[in-house]
């Protein structure tokens, strides 16, 4: 990515409670200092909370939506995406990011990080999903920190891709 800023997905659930939310705007605010790009889904809860948090560090938020009308986007936003593909967005994301941070969330988070894993883009969880390929992390700031240094990640994670 010669020149180009750092893009980091942060993915997790519409809905979340006060805790996830504060981690969420942590990741968020994390990822604006260190100068990348947050890409999400652009809507609530998770993806509203890390916005919120890399709008307040000054830095940019790219929304991918399912439907296809920007309006839909949160007020955190930067740039909003409509995509009118519904969950199918979700492979957007994944292709979109060079890592990602799942925090909380159900089964379309589940699906993010699938995409994620197949398409070999790191993925770091935070009271998330629990699955093979995946290296769960304790804190926001560990989060960040695995996900800008690809050499720490791929020593967690090796051997654990190896059969996606």
Not at 6 to 14: D, N, P, S
Not at 101 to 126: H, M, N
């Amino acid at each position: 990515m010669s020149g180009n800023k750092k893009i980091i997905a942060v993915i997790g659930g519409r809905d979340c409670d006060g805790s996830l939310y504060q981690q969420a705007m942590e990741v968020g605010r994390l990822i604006a200092r260190n100068g990348a790009i947050l890409v999400c889904g652009g809507r609530t809860g998770i993806m509203e909370a890390a916005c919120k948090g890399a709008s307040e560090a000054g830095g940019i938020s790219v929304g991918i939506l399912p439907g296809d009308d920007i309006r839909d986007a949160n007020s955190w936003v930067t740039v909003p995406i409509a995509t009118g593909v519904g969950l199918a967005r979700n492979s957007i994301i994944a292709r979109t990011a060079s890592a990602a941070i799942a925090i909380g969330g159900e089964y379309g988070t589940l699906s993010e990080i699938a995409y994620c894993l197949q398409f070999r883009i790191p993925v770091f969880t935070l009271h998330s999903w629990d699955i093979k390929g995946v290296v769960a992390v304790d804190t926001p700031e560990e989060a960040v920190k695995f996900a800008f240094d690809s050499e720490e990640y791929a020593a967690k994670a090796q051997g654990n891709n190896e059969d996606l």
